[in-house]
């Protein structure tokens, strides 16, 4: 390894600094590729603001609930899933900012650039990078999403209820609710002061407990 000693002897600091960065991050990143090859990449969890269970949805705040909540993507500003799918702090986007950081750097020092130009030029192209993987994380995920139904999907939706539902969330009945194509049967409970009954238009104001809707009759 005395080869090795010389040739790292002879570096800069600045370009040691780099290289013990960008070393460890692409070895990181090529086990990352290798896991999402077989299929054990983690696309990374989190805090989804999109998640709406909970929230008073009953009109009350303001908020239309006849306007369909998957049109809003069609609008000019970003949905609330779009902001939870686009994750700048993410494993795979900090390993891409460091890979692209330290190997930028050792190039710019290479080509005889000052340590501060160097570290500047690394930094910029990295973040670069970093914005990259997020938004093609950001595009996965609204692949997968395209590909599997989404009960939020359904709030603002009309249903109409076939076991009776309880009042005031005392017990939980179904109804049937169609989304495009599809003719869907899920669980559901109202705060409504009296029981709806088999046949009563309804329309979904919150989900809860992953997929129970919450209700209220249609006057």
């Not at 710019?108 to 938004?135: E, N, P, R």
Request: hydrophobic content about 45%; overall charge negative.
């Amino acid at each position: 390894m005395e080869w090795f000693s010389v040739w790292w002897n002879g570096l800069q600091l600045a370009e040691q600094i780099l290289y013990c960065i960008a070393v460890p991050a692409t070895l990181i990143l090529i086990i990352q590729i290798i896991l999402m090859l077989i299929g054990l990449g983690d696309s990374g969890g989190g805090i989804n603001p999109s998640d709406t269970s909970g929230l008073d949805l009953d009109g009350t705040d303001g908020l239309d609930m006849d306007t369909d909540v998957s049109d809003l993507s069609d609008h000019d500003i970003s949905s609330p899933t779009d902001i939870a799918d686009f994750r700048l702090l993410s494993v795979q986007s900090v390993i891409a900012f460091l890979c692209i950081f330290g190997w930028s750097g050792i190039a710019a020092l290479s080509c005889g650039a000052a340590a501060w130009l160097a570290i500047a030029i690394g930094a910029v192209l990295g973040f670069g990078a970093m914005l990259l993987v997020a938004k093609i994380i950001q595009w996965s995920s609204k692949l997968a999403q395209n590909g599997n139904f989404n009960v939020k999907n359904l709030l603002g939706e009309s249903g109409t209820v076939y076991i009776p539902i309880p009042p005031k969330g005392e017990g939980t009945g179904k109804i049937n609710i169609s989304c495009g194509e599809r003719f869907l049967e899920f669980d559901a409970v109202t705060e409504e002061e009296k029981a709806l009954a088999t046949g009563s238009a309804v329309r979904v104001v919150d989900i809860i407990s992953g997929s129970t809707l919450v209700v209220e009759k249609i006057s």
